[in-house]
């Protein structure tokens, strides 16, 4: 609500998730020089908020004394004089400024954590994107946008809240997806006679895999299945609609685009399955990198259009570096386009890392690892993921005795959840080129020999002796996955007790209790997984 009123009204507004590290937040804070913070109490405890006019968006019980309740605050004047705003007694309508290069609003999805990069997005970034979404997927008044997105980013804002007050249609949200939580999220796009469903390809694989039924998009209101944010695997494309029955769009973009900007789907404008489509209302161009041609074709894909946006907020190094001397924006992608004029990502030119359509910089989680002070050494590279495309592992060179779970306890409390390392492994040196930068691909190499020779020291017969050694095998087996102490963790350790308990983390508990005990676990049952007395219970029932 905040941050569309301040859009209306010709304010600026940046918005991060509720889980942003306090030294992330804080360098944000800096950057923008924020006149106003709405946040919640714990944010608001914290020392970097001190510096800035403070409301806080909750209960009247739960608010502190220094600052001021957004909703329910008593008389408009008192609020109004507070936070310096020169509003009426009876309020006034938004200014709904004209200017469309003016910006809009900044979000900050990448750079390292004492040096965070905004994306700023102009109002014609803005209104350009959403006149093709709108256009392209028939978005009236309507229609019933399904989108469980996390709002700080550019998916879930755009084609979320942003979307539905463009076309004044409703907006359904379900309180985030989670594989325990599968059935009950996919029912609500019946239940609310949802006619777009909008989400990762990550989501899209978990729900082909676990979901129990094939009916949740029968519903004639439901026009579309819509993938963003990374590119949709051709054999899951395929099976999604087979399955379920309903056309399938993918949609390739970035946040620099506003949301997206090549589209793939059956409609004529788009482009074919399989690839990441045609660009629709912008211009797309594959150009040479240097030293020539590739013989397959490929270079980096490059975007221009009313949807690309101007630079990044005080950055004016990184956003001429983002732009070739004739306007295009360079994407980073390394692409191929087909005999269609459809394009396709085949790798990528820059080192990030794109987990479940979550952008990760590998320098962020290595400034945050190298915070601690027996690590020496870190890098951070992208493996290859089933469902989530690829993952972040970290390498680390330390000194004196440190195990994985304290390290990664040390980057939970450092980076947002989904930039944790799913991994963090210690090698003696990281291989370096000769100009000392981490090769990464040797680097990758002796990652997976250590896994590899974990993966033999941790090989059994999947034998127990009794329900009591069961137990402590999956409570062992858990606090491996977890990368907690064992000691932590009991037959009653819930998601809610478990920070490092989450849908990755539920899946590979359940990949690894397959490969130690030699046991095949229900797809159907996985979503039933909500303790860890239940995994003891599934991995006995699977050995009889």
């Excluded at 609003?105 to 006149?131: D, E, H, K, W």
């Amino acid at each position: 609500m905040a941050f569309t009123a301040a859009l209306l009204d010709g304010v600026v507004p940046v918005m991060l998730t509720h889980d942003t590290a306090e030294l992330r937040a804080q360098a944000v804070g800096h950057s923008v020089e924020p006149k106003l913070v709405i946040c919640d109490l714990v944010r608001q405890q914290q020392s970097w908020t001190e510096a800035h006019p403070v409301t806080f968006a909750g209960s009247p019980a739960e608010a502190p004394q220094k600052s001021w309740r957004l909703f329910g605050s008593g008389k408009v004047e008192d609020a109004a004089r507070r936070l310096g705003l020169d509003l009426p007694l009876q309020g006034r309508e938004p200014r709904l400024p004209e200017a469309l290069d003016e910006i809009a609003y900044i979000l900050f999805t990448s750079g390292t954590t004492q040096s965070p990069s905004g994306v700023m997005l102009s109002r014609r970034n803005l209104l350009a994107n959403l006149a093709t979404l709108s256009r392209l997927f028939a978005y009236d008044p309507s229609s019933r946008i399904f989108n469980d997105m996390v709002l700080a980013h550019g998916d879930g804002l755009v084609q979320g809240p942003m979307l539905a007050l463009a076309n004044g249609c409703a907006l359904i949200r379900s309180g985030g997806f989670t594989v325990p939580g599968l059935e009950n999220w996919l029912n609500r796009v019946r239940q609310e006679r949802a006619s777009h469903v909008i989400t990762v390809p990550a989501v899209w694989s978990l729900i082909d895999r676990y979901a129990q039924h094939n009916d949740y998009f029968d519903a004639p209101e439901c026009k579309g299945l819509l993938s963003v944010a990374a590119r949709l695997d051709p054999a899951l494309w395929l099976r999604l609609e087979t399955r379920f029955g309903r056309p399938v769009f993918n949609q390739y973009g970035l946040t620099e685009t506003v949301a997206s900007a090549l589209y793939a789907g059956p409609q004529a404008e788009m482009g074919a399955f399989g690839t990441i489509g045609r660009p629709v209302d912008c211009d797309a161009r594959i150009a040479p990198l240097p030293g020539g041609a590739a013989a397959d074709g490929s270079g980096e894909l490059q975007l221009r259009g009313d949807n690309v946006f101007p630079g990044y907020w005080r950055d004016a190094a990184r956003t001429a570096a983002t732009f070739t001397p004739d306007g295009w924006m360079r994407t980073g992608d390394l692409a191929v386009q087909g005999p269609e004029q459809s394009f396709d990502i085949v790798g990528r030119i820059k080192t990030v890392i794109m987990s479940g359509g979550f952008l990760i910089r590998p320098d962020e989680i290595d400034e945050a690892m190298l915070a601690h002070e027996n690590v020496i050494e870190s890098a951070t590279v992208a493996l290859p993921d089933e469902t989530f495309g690829e993952v972040p592992v970290t390498a680390v060179v330390i000194e004196g005795s440190i195990n994985e779970a304290t390290l990664t306890s040390h980057a939970r409390a450092n980076l947002e959840p989904l930039k944790v390392p799913k991994r963090i492994l210690a090698l003696p040196a990281i291989p370096r080129g000769d100009a000392g930068k981490p090769n990464l691909g040797l680097l990758r190499e002796a990652i997976a020999a250590s896994l590899a020779q974990e993966g033999k020291q941790s090989d059994g017969d999947g034998r127990t002796t009794g329900a009591a050694a069961l137990a402590t095998q999956v409570l062992g087996l858990a606090a491996e996955v977890f990368r907690v102490e064992p000691t932590s963790l009991s037959t009653t350790s819930t998601p809610a007790s478990v920070a490092a308990w989450d849908s990755f983390s539920q899946l590979s508990l359940v990949f690894a209790a397959e490969e130690r005990f030699k046991i095949r676990i229900p797809a159907a049952r996985v979503a039933g997984l909500r303790s860890l007395a239940d995994l003891v219970q599934l991995v006995s029932e699977s050995k009889r």
